[in-house]
């Protein structure tokens, strides 16, 4: 049987997500002697489709149809249901970053499936599959199984490993619309990039993030020369936001992004839930904070206590001197 990865693709390059998505489920083919294949989509999807052979796929479904040029729920179910079918897989996987948030529940619908959102790890034990993912906005962590089959699952960015495994070119499988341009109700009619030499937030190795402890929006001025000298992404917390400091594209947490990097530095935040929500699962957490008692601390895996307007100069030094 297959196990059947959606792979998200920006600006002619596959995303993070989806090679850490064909990497898992190579990783589980290995050990049950399943297939691993993969639907890209859009513009450019055959040669990305091509790639995919480096991470372990046997298949790909592509479609590059003008439809599909822009992202549009409607046209992108419609073709991955057909991959879908196709494929017949007992296992698919999302990435659960904002597209996969809003295309894989709409094609779990069509199929009738049910689906496991947000999944930090898989347990595959032949054709039963665990999946553990974080409730409460991060407050608890459950193991859950899908009651339909196939699995079904979007699984939360950054959470899992990228590794390599050359199968060569992959079969390749064109699939054209059903649904034509004027079917699709809803339709981009433009997409507005902040440019930026940052990474990307959702799929930063090290992100750098502040909060109303920073007391002016000039204090992301020091949170963005902390991140230029650890190579980070900028975020910040909902109250740094709402202050009008920064915009609403960085901010972390329960209403906004979801990430999962190997360092996040917190300065001047304080732990709310809803903050913890969108980063707990960071690997390193480094919390600079003047309260001792702020519950960031809980989590953090070192604690600096102090005014960040004094810490933050000092680490920015004595990083350049160990960059230099
Ligand atoms: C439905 C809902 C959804 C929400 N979604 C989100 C979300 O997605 N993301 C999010 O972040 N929040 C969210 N919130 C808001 C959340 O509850 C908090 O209000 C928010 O996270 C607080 O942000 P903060 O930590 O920056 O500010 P505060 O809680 O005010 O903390 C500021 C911290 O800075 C410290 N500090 C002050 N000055 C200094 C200094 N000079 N040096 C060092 N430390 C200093 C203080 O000790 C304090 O701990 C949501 C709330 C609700 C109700």
Redesign the pocket.
Known sequence: MSILVYCDTFEGKLRKVSLELLSEAAKIADKSGDTVEAIVLGSGAKALAGETGKYGVKKAYYCEDASLEKYSTEGYVDVAKQAFDKSSPKLFLAGHNSRGRDFAPRLAQKLDLGMVSDVIAIEANGDDFTFTKPIYAGKCITKQKCKTSPAFVTVRPNVMSVATKDLGAPELVELKPEVSLSDIRAIVKEILLQKSERPELTEARVIVS??????KADGFKLIEELADALGAAVG??????DSGWIGHSV??????KVVAPTLYVA?????????L??MSSSKFIVA????SE?P?FNIASYGIV????K?IPVMIAELKKVMA
């Open positions: 502040g909060g109303r402890g920073l007391g910040a917390s909902r109250a740094a936001v901010q972390v947490g329960q209403t906004g300065c001047g935040i304080s732990g709310a839930i809803q903050h929500a969108g600079i904070n003047k309260d702020a960031i102090g005014d960040l307007y810490v």
